[in-house]
């Protein structure tokens, strides 16, 4: 099955495009937090982090990181979200990898990640000592 971002590409779905090079694309969201809100897309259907090549997504955070910088520039905003959803358990709903890249301005009252966790005593330890890689 096709993800709807490769008909995208090929243009068989129209978008605003940014951005185009052999490794990905810049579309804007269709349903912005914010206007402006892009789409880094890997040009390849790969479904999550894990299955991109390490070169294309250093590549697409290189293009996210210019991508951020035309927005500060162009729309003045003072911060941004750059996140990938990571599977369909993350909230991901296009399975086809993509970087989000949010404006956003002081005050502007979008919430980003808004329930949390809290851990037990002792459990913040373990699980860093369950995670820590070196
Ligand atoms: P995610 O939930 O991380 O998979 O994000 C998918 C994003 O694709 C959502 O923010 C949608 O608003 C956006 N989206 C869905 N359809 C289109 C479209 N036709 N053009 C541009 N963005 C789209």
Redesign the pocket.
């Known amino acids: 099955m096709e993800t709807?971002f490769t008909k995208?590409r090929r243009g068989d779905?129209p978008?605003t495009k940014i951005y185009e090079d052999d490794l990905c694309f810049v579309?804007?969201?269709?349903?912005p937090v914010k206007k402006g809100h892009a789409?880094v897309i890997a040009a390849e259907p790969y479904p999550n982090v894990a299955a991109c090549p390490d070169e294309i997504l250093s590549h697409m955070m290189l293009v996210a990181k210019k991508v951020e910088a035309r927005q500060r520039k162009v729309l003045g905003n003072d911060g941004s979200n750059i996140i990938i959803?990571n599977d369909p358990a993350s909230?991901?709903?296009?399975p086809h990898l993509?970087i989000?890249v949010i404006p956003r301005f002081t005050g502007d009252g979008r919430r980003h990640f808004q329930d949390h966790d809290r851990y037990e005593d002792g459990e913040m330890q373990k699980t860093g000592d369950l995670l820590r890689m070196n």
């Open positions: 709807l995208i779905i978008s579309i804007l969201d269709i349903n789409l959803n909230g991901q709903e296009v993509h989000h």
